[in-house]
């Protein structure tokens, strides 16, 4: 009976160490970089996203943030090009990653509607509603709301 009253301390213990400390699924750069989006330094982000994928490229997690830290910049290519990386690897994040670009196709198309009013008045806006526009034509092509805003701008 002292056998296994002095048994179940040392596995529980061993079993505790483990959950806090064997089983970290993040990287280091990962976590440090949720940490930098939780504060809005993208920059700072976009720079440990990118040294996570380098050194692991097929952790899709690192691919989706990367992609949604390139959304809040307004790089939209590249947050394309992260979202497909993340896709291949696996399908956890379509979901999300769908509703992320509606996120900013949303953002980009009514920053260039507000450009395109404000370009009535003063011409320098229209280079503005041009660029939203496009990123609003790239991140969701099939949509024609993007083009008709895009042709009523030229």
Same mark, same amino acid.
């Given at each position: ?45 976009? =720079?440990?996203? #990118? ?10 997690? &690192?691919? %989706? @943030? ?41 953002? =980009?198309?009514? #920053? ?10 003063? &011409?320098? %806006? @229209? ?28």
């Amino acid at each position: 009976m002292k056998k296994y009253s002095l048994l179940a301390p040392l596995v529980g213990l061993l079993a505790a160490s483990l959950a806090f400390v064997g089983f970290q699924c993040s990287s280091a750069e990962l976590t440090s970089a949720k940490l930098y989006m939780q504060k809005s330094e993208w920059n700072k982000a976009e =720079a440990d996203l #990118e040294k996570a994928v380098s050194k692991d490229s097929l952790n899709a997690e &690192s691919w %989706y @943030y990367l992609g949604i830290v390139r959304g809040e910049k307004e790089e939209y290519p590249g947050m394309m090009n992260a979202f497909a990386h993340c896709k291949k690897i696996s399908p956890a994040h379509d979901s999300d990653i769908v509703k992320v670009r509606l996120h900013y196709w949303v953002k =980009a198309y009514n #920053e260039g509607s507000k450009d395109l009013q404000k370009g009535r008045d003063t &011409s320098s %806006y @229209y280079s503005s509603a041009l660029k939203e526009f496009n990123g609003a034509i790239l991140l969701e092509p099939d949509s024609t709301m993007g083009y008709r805003g895009l042709a009523y701008t030229y």
